[in-house]
């Protein structure tokens, strides 16, 4: 008996122990996050304003082409993929990867048929493992990522599609609804969608470009894709924390229901112990009498 | 003076947003300066310092990969980065430069993409450098 009751102590120190780390780590998660939804806000201004430009130069000027605006006939995708590096982040690496492989087996028969862009180190080997084509790969990003640490990656996305390797880019990521809910979303980034012309054309003034508007478009739409790819990945952290953060408060919870099942199981082996020994002794004590 | 409102927006933050008198920015075509009342009008900027003149302050900035929008009463400078002269680390620039000087030495011509690319590094080291001295006069 006395064994049982040292054992379940032993089972409660190391859940408890188990139980300050998910509750730091929760605390962790919740500060950063704070921070990463900032950031994410933070973005958006530079985002509008450039798709504002673009739209601009559409409406202002008629009949005007750029490779990027242009729907070819697909060959090839590219899918953008953003993961985690670490993992304890709940469902969100394995909802990413399960929505992405849907995704690739319903519209893609052969590897061949398309290439991956991979951030994060738990999306990398997911399909380094199966052996699927990975084109380009980031990882190792901190939490609050800046622009240049993602600009490789979203450059060489880009120009895959310049260079007519990809005719269709998606990227992959986990919208941000709310620390509990993050949805696994796949956006088509390229080509882009024909910039509605009617609506805006009559509230803007005309601008004048230099050195002439298809100049200026063959600058700004990529750098629009990488912005937007930049945005999805601040996107995807925020999302990534909040996972995080409610996988760890979930955990916590579980533990603190563990130990006060172990608790109460220890008192009643304890008591058991107890009114055993006392039989025992008046037992005994009967017996001498 | 009359002025306009200047806003300088990154991707990652609203770097600078203040009424100003003028601007003046290396553009595509050359050097432009921008004054209260010029015509709407969008170009590309090279990677360069651009000046910023508010009353008796001017102030200096490195910006790499933007492009600027005027607006009729506002003007909007897009920048992949726009830095103040405090926010630079003139080692790293320095160890940059060298580090891409050393790399179109090597290359010559062989590899196009990396070419522009040290090429591209290089006038960004080149103009943090400039504008952090420049402050300090």
Redesign the interface.
């Known amino acids: 008996m006395a064994k049982g009751i040292r054992e379940i102590k032993r089972q409660i120190k190391s859940i408890q122990s188990s139980r300050q780390i998910t509750k730091a780590m929760e605390m962790v998660a919740a500060s950063k996050l704070r921070r990463a939804q900032e950031?994410a806000q933070?973005?958006r201004?530079?985002?509008e304003?450039?798709r504002e430009?673009v739209n601009?130069?559409a409406a202002g000027t008629k009949g005007i082409s750029h490779p990027m605006l242009v729907t070819r006939p697909v060959k090839k995708t590219a899918y953008i993929v953003i993961t985690s590096d670490a993992g304890l982040a709940g469902g969100y690496n394995a909802n990413m990867l399960r929505a992405v492989m849907d995704k690739i087996k319903a519209s893609h028969s052969s590897k061949d048929e398309y290439g991956l862009f991979v951030v994060g180190r738990k999306g990398r080997d997911y399909f380094r493992r199966r052996e699927l084509p990975v084109v380009g790969e980031v990882t190792e990003l901190s939490d609050f990522p800046?622009?240049?640490d993602i600009?490789s990656l979203a450059y060489a996305a880009v120009r895959s599609f310049e260079e007519e390797q990809f005719d269709e880019v998606y990227i992959c990521y986990n919208k941000f609804i709310n620390p509990l809910t993050q949805i696994p979303t796949i956006n088509r980034l390229l080509p882009f969608e024909q910039p509605e012309a009617a609506a805006s054309s009559g509230v803007k003034?005309?601008?004048?470009?230099?050195?002439t508007p298809e100049?200026?478009l063959k600058?700004?739409l990529p750098?629009y894709a990488e912005?937007i790819i930049?945005?999805a990945l601040l996107e995807g952290k925020a999302s990534e924390l909040g996972a995080k953060m409610t996988a760890m408060g979930n955990a916590t919870k579980n533990a603190s229901k563990l130990i006060g099942e172990l608790t109460l199981t220890y008192n009643r082996a304890r008591q058991a112990a107890i009114t055993q020994e006392i039989t025992e002794i008046v037992a005994g004590a009967n017996a001498l009498s | 003076m009359s002025t306009f409102l200047l806003e300088i927006v990154t991707p990652e933050r609203v770097v600078f947003s203040e009424q100003v008198e003028s601007l003046s920015v290396r553009g595509e075509e050359g050097e432009l300066g921008i004054l209260p009342g010029h015509i709407p009008f969008v170009t590309p900027l090279k990677v360069a310092p651009i000046k910023v003149k508010t009353g008796k302050k001017s102030s200096i900035l490195a910006v790499h990969g933007g492009f600027v929008e005027v607006q009729k009463d506002k003007v909007i400078l897009l920048a992949e980065s726009a830095e103040a002269p405090n926010d630079i680390d003139v080692e790293r620039a320095k160890a940059a430069k060298e580090r891409a000087e050393r790399r179109l030495n090597a290359h010559g011509n062989q590899d196009m993409v990396d070419h522009r690319r040290a090429e591209l590094a290089l006038q960004r080291a080149i103009t943090r450098i400039n504008v952090s001295s420049r402050s300090k006069e």
């Open positions: 950031k933070a973005s201004p530079y985002a304003k450039l430009v601009g130069i800046s622009f240049a600009k003034a005309s601008y004048e470009y230099e050195p100049d200026v600058v700004l750098k912005t930049y945005g």
